[in-house]
């Protein structure tokens, strides 16, 4: 048994192949995981499949099939940089997929509502935050989002996708023999949205994963030309990042 960023317990059959997360007091969230796993199955990106679902007034258990593979944040740099083109693919194919068979959105709007939300109850946690950010008040990053939202809303209304929400290395499964992404796991966030909330939570979760400059310069240069994207956003990605922390909590 583990716990999630969620709170979720998680627990695996001991032939590894089905997992169940059970989740105390919620049952929303994890409602939702469901419905977003069901919906995605069917485009072959290598995500669960749903086994089994119960819920109650006391909590909910969440049943799925087991994506083969060890999380890449488990590999050393030198295996994740070889297995990092395919798990670019993989990103690539889950925006590529129709947002109009997408029923689910994870606006910007609403991503800035739950900071507002996080940051008034004082529940931001820094350990999320970057290291430069840390000794930041909160409400002073969420002043420098709110300043910026009319220009990322006007770039989100023009560069929506479907993204996962929460695209960072623990989340793309790789084959520890061949280091080709399996698939996708905790789909609890996704929706339609700015590429760049996933863009950017792949690449800065991958930091502490490299050997140096060279690693990273490597990894940037390899998804940004997979993902077809000749001149990247650096603002866009800084402005994401700034955002995320503080909708966790």
Partial sequence: ?????????????????????????????????????????????????????????????????????????????????????????????LHEVPVADCPFARPLSAMFDRAVDVVGRNAVNKEF??????????????????????????????????CHGDACMPNFMVDPRTLRCTGLIDLGRLGTADRYVDISLFLANARDSWRGPDDELAARRSLFDTLEIGEPDDARLDFYLRLDPLTWG
């Fill in 1 to 93: 048994m583990n716990h999630g960023e969620s709170g979720d317990s998680v627990y695996r059959r001991s032939d590894a192949s089905v997992f169940a997360k059970v989740s105390v007091g919620g049952v929303e969230s994890l409602a939702g995981e469901r419905l977003r796993t069901e919906w995605l199955a069917p485009f072959d990106l290598g995500s669960a499949k749903v086994l089994d679902w119960h819920a109650s007034h006391e909590g909910a258990c969440l049943v799925m099939s087991a994506v083969p593979g060890i999380p890449a944040s488990e590999l050393p740099a030198d295996k994740l940089l070889r297995a990092w083109p395919s798990m670019a693919r993989r990103l690539r194919l």
């Fill in 129 to 162: 935050l970057d290291p430069d950010q840390q000794d930041i008040p909160p409400p002073q990053l969420l002043e420098v989002v709110r300043m910026q939202m009319p220009q990322r809303l006007a770039q989100e209304a023009r560069d929506r996708v479907v």
